[in-house]
């Protein structure tokens, strides 16, 4: 039986290993007290009118946002979320380590130490 883990793997560095890889800006993320999401073009996004052929009119042709983190319970943190995700990763290479694992354990990588504490990495 092949190991999908493998996969997973090789996968995560097919789409991270590019040199046009998209930078997080700050101003297009979305926040609306639960879920966060990323309103920006990247490489690999889609438009509203292909993943909803029957969206509302004001939504063809716009990006479709891209699921960044959940908050459920206590403290929502989200700001220091988005200043762990714009000095650490790109939008494909953040997406991509999410899909293999989960935007907690994808910030915790980086420096994120949970209740809205990061610590950044020295290099």
């Known amino acids: 039986m092949v190991d999908i883990r493998y996969y997973l793997c090789y996968y995560v560095y097919m789409i991270t290993k590019g040199d046009d890889m998209t930078k997080f800006q700050k101003e297009l993320f979305q926040w609306d007290g639960m879920y966060l999401m990323y309103k920006g073009d990247y490489k690999g996004s889609v438009l509203m009118n292909e993943a909803h052929p029957n969206c ?3 939504w063809i042709g716009k990006v479709k946002p891209a699921f960044i983190a959940r908050f ?4 929502k943190p989200w700001k220091s979320w988005v200043k762990c995700l714009v ?3 790109t939008v494909e290479s953040y997406l991509a380590e999410v899909k293999a694992t989960s935007p907690l354990a994808a910030v915790q990588k980086v420096g994120y130490v949970g209740r809205g504490r990061y610590l ?3 290099s």
């Open 72 to 75: 459920k319970y206590g403290q």
């Open 87 to 89: 000095e650490n990763y």
């Open 120 to 122: 950044r990495k020295k």
């Open 56 to 58: 509302h009119p004001s």
